[in-house]
């Protein structure tokens, strides 16, 4: 267990369909991430937050809404989605200061496929 | 533009020998970082080298860096079957990239 948790584990869902990710981190740190895994891909880093602040959006669609009330908890509300949307969503959490990122720690992430 | 890129994409040893894996980067870093990941699971973080060391230790792990050529190395040694999993590096500054990983295959 690296004190991350990420749920659910697998998600299928319609592209009409509101689901949301959630991921929790029980570690103390200040910075959370999102990342998309998708097949032969380099990982792809999504959204970040820094003491609850979004620091980072890398030109990720709307349908992907980050929500993060706490420097503890990150959500992923998904809308609309599309099938090349399928993929592994992966939470992390560090500590980040100044714009550096340090050990990241990840979840087991969130099989998801959209039909 | 992609930060961290391991190169081989894919290596397969016999259990016992040394793998090396290898990760070029663009821009400055802070530190640098390499992750393995069995399949389908979440990536966990191996070990993390800083910007001013050149050399670091973790049990079988050893990791180079080089600055001036912006790149590190990987060197698992021993190798075991149950290392067979895919190796990533990212580098930590300002933007987190990973590139798309080595896939490294231990035989028994």
């Known amino acids: 267990e690296t004190g991350v948790t990420q749920t659910p584990r697998h998600l299928v869902m319609g592209m009409t369909n509101k689901k949301s990710l959630k991921c929790e981190q029980h570690?103390?740190?200040?910075?959370m991430y999102w990342y998309k895994q998708s097949a032969k891909k380099p990982l792809e880093l999504m959204f970040v937050?820094?003491?609850?602040?979004?620091?980072e959006n890398n030109s990720v669609p709307s349908r992907f809404s980050p929500e993060c009330p706490n420097s503890s908890h990150l959500f992923l509300h998904l809308h609309t989605l599309q099938p090349e949307d399928s993929a592994l969503y992966l939470c992390?959490?560090?500590?980040?200061?100044?714009?550096?990122?340090?050990?990241?720690?990840f979840g087991p992430g969130t099989r998801l496929t959209v039909t | 533009s992609q930060q961290g890129e391991e190169d081989p994409q894919a290596l397969s040893i016999q259990e016992g020998e040394n793998a090396t894996m290898n990760c070029s980067y663009k821009t400055s870093i802070n530190n640098l970082q390499w992750y393995r990941q069995n399949s389908g699971r979440g990536l966990v973080h191996l070990i993390l080298i800083r910007s001013n060391e050149r050399e670091k230790h973790s049990g079988r792990l050893r990791v180079t860096l080089d600055t001036s050529k912006k790149s590190s190395s990987l060197l698992i040694t021993a190798s075991r079957a149950a290392d067979t999993a895919s190796y990533f590096c990212?580098?930590?500054?300002?933007?987190?990239?990973f590139g798309i990983g080595t896939k490294l295959q231990v035989i028994p």
């Open positions: 570690l103390g740190h200040n910075a």
């Open positions: 937050y820094n003491f609850k602040e979004q620091t």
């Open positions: 990212a580098t930590g500054y300002q933007k987190v990239t």
């Open positions: 992390a959490s560090s500590d980040r200061d100044r714009g550096v990122s340090y050990e990241q720690y």
